[in-house]
């Protein structure tokens, strides 16, 4: 299935989709198979191409996973330590709305049809930020086009990094080699209950925008 939306309408609209995911509904592999194939069209430093993407489909795996996101959720955004904005922030009036959805994300979340949990090939733990910038510059656009990609699809995704305090567990959990290879993320994927999403509300664009200097 697709949307046929506009390039600027999937820019615009691939939200950070949580209670309107279809846990219901099961995702063809195919259509992942087809996300995936445009996600690995994405740029990489030196072409290197180092990314893998673990599909997670299996219940007792995805359950796993999902215990250690709650826990990660638990221990640190249920108890109000995640980001908090000015009043009258536009940040400040989403955030109760975020909070919420992503209350109900940790909770369901081992219901989803399909966790992507991307990887990389190397570890920067430890490395210089001018490194990192190369490294996660080379992951991201792809893990962003797979989103892109799944939304002209009917599918909805989320962007999330909660299990990854409990990385090497995961990484046990799905056969990872953890020396080696960096685990990203994980984005849940399932069919959207709608498919009308709207642009969100951002900080203005003179806020952020620099001409020639900050
Ligand atoms: C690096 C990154 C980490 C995120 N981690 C989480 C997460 O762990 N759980 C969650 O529910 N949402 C997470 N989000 C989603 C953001 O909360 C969401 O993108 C933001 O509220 C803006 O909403 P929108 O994407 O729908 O515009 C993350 C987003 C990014 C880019």
Known sequence: ??????????????????????????VER??????LRLAIQAPSGSNRQGWHFVMVGDAERKAKLAAMY???????YA?????????????????????DSARYLADNLHRVPWMLIPCQEGRVDSTPSA???????????????FMLAARERGLGTAWTTMHLRSEREAAEVLGIPYDNVTQVGLIPVAYTIGTDF???????????????EW
């Not at 190369?134 to 086009?145: D, K, L, N, Q, T």
């Not at 709207?198 to 020639?212: F, G, N, Q, S």
């Open 70 to 76: 709650l826990e990660t959720y638990e221990a640190f």
């Open 79 to 99: 108890s109000g330590r995640s980001a908090t904005f000015p009043e009258g922030d536009p940040r400040a009036q989403r955030r109760p709305k975020v909070l």
């Open 1 to 26: 299935m697709h949307l046929n939306l506009s390039a600027d309408e999937v820019l615009s609209t691939t939200r950070a989709v949580r209670k309107r995911l279809d846990l219901e509904r099961p």
């Open 30 to 35: 195919e259509v992942i198979e087809e996300c």
């Open 131 to 145: 490194s990192q910038a190369g490294w996660w510059g080379s992951i991201i656009p792809a893990v962003w086009s």
């Open 198 to 212: 709207k642009p969100a509300t951002r900080l203005p664009l003179d806020e952020v925008c620099h001409w020639d």
